[in-house]
């Protein structure tokens, strides 16, 4: 059975973005392969979290996997902190990775220029750590998306040169992996780039998020004033309305909405409305379990040890391969 492995970072509440552009394919995954699901909370230290902080946003992203129904008897749910076989791997594959080649990534050139300040070496390596967590299962399915994609061209790389250098075949390729026919790219509401923590609050919709912020953040949506003319091309920030639509709402749904567009009828007003609506039934399931999870402290320790301990089995095999390999041998 293939190997899947994908996490997320501890930076706070999940939101539409990291669900539909990831936890919908674990969920499904999750009764298909052998899933290894953990919280990057190695990765969120590069923004220098308060150790408050971090231990609330590692325990809210663990609660929302489980309220979004990562199921731990099916898949195994881990901190990465708590698998340091991790860190080690990750040790071994800086000492192949090209200061050029981690300049060059495109996360790294976005974050210098969104923290000039803090241009730290786990910045730059940022890539090499993501490759360590995805071989250190020897995965081949890492379902993420669109703004992932180098990291895994990134982690293929890095997997190969091991290889390579050591002469043997011991990592396999991993793939970025979406269920659908492309991997997803969804937007926010301040009618530029994609949905994220760092474009600001009220361009994420959170799955924590009750009704009454949601219907505020989408009546706030950047618009236009309306279209000029019959079917012409949609600007970008309604373009991304409708991209938000066609993932919350029915089909019916948007093609009612885009013919009034297209026959300039549409108001605005009416869209954000129907559109607030989806996504609050959308999300509602998830939004009603997270209290009630969050309020188990002895489910969500359980849930935490008995992942580590699994992923700990299968990082450790891994590890001791790998020392082999390298020539790291006992006398
Ligand atoms: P992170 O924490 O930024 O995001 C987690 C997942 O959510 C997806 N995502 C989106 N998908 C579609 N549209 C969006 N607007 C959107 N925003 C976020 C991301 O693509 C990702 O799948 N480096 C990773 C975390 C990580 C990781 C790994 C992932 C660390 N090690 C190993 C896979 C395998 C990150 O920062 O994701």
Do not use: W
């Not at 971090?54 to 698998?83: C, F, M, R």
């Not at 549409?266 to 379990?289: C, F, H, N, S, V």
């Amino acid at each position: 059975m293939e190997t899947v492995v994908s996490g997320i970072r501890s930076t706070g509440n999940l939101h539409l973005g990291n669900y539909y552009g990831a936890i919908q394919n674990f969920i499904k995954m999750q009764h298909e392969y052998n899933c290894y699901f953990f919280i990057a909370d190695l990765h969120s230290l590069t923004t220098h979290p308060t150790p408050e902080n971090l231990h609330n946003s590692v325990k809210q992203v663990l609660v929302e996997y489980l309220a979004a129904g990562i199921d731990p008897e099916k898949a195994t749910i881990y901190v990465q902190s708590d698998v340091p076989e991790i860190s080690e791997l990750y040790l071994y594959l800086n000492m192949n990775a090209y200061l050029g080649e981690l300049e060059r990534s495109t996360s790294f050139k976005d974050k210098v220029r969104a923290q000039p300040d803090n241009v730290n070496a786990g910045l730059l390596t940022y890539p090499v750590l993501m490759a360590a967590d995805i071989i250190i299962h020897k995965a081949t399915k890492v379902p993420v998306g669109k703004d992932q994609e180098q990291h895994l061209e990134m982690a293929r790389t890095f997997g190969n040169r091991f290889n390579r250098l050591y002469n043997n075949d011991y990592f396999p390729e991993p793939f970025a992996f979406s269920y659908g026919e492309s991997l997803v790219k969804i937007p926010g509401l301040d009618g530029k780039g994609k949905m994220g923590k760092s474009e600001g609050e009220a361009n994420a919709i959170f799955l924590a998020d009750a009704p009454e912020v949601i219907r505020k953040k989408v009546m706030r949506a950047v618009t236009d004033s309306g279209p000029t003319q019959e079917n012409q091309q949609k600007p970008q920030e309604i373009q991304n309305l409708f991209d938000l639509m066609k993932v919350v709402s029915l089909e019916e749904t948007v093609q009612y909405y885009d013919h009034a567009y297209n026959t300039m009828s549409i108001r605005y007003g009416d869209l954000k409305k129907q559109l607030a609506e989806d996504m609050i039934l959308a999300t509602a399931p998830i939004r009603e379990k997270i209290n009630d999870i969050a309020g188990d402290a002895g489910y969500i320790r359980k849930v935490a040890r008995l992942g580590a301990e699994k992923a700990r089995e299968s990082a450790s095999k891994t590890l001791r391969d790998v020392r082999e390999i390298i020539g790291f041998r006992s006398f």
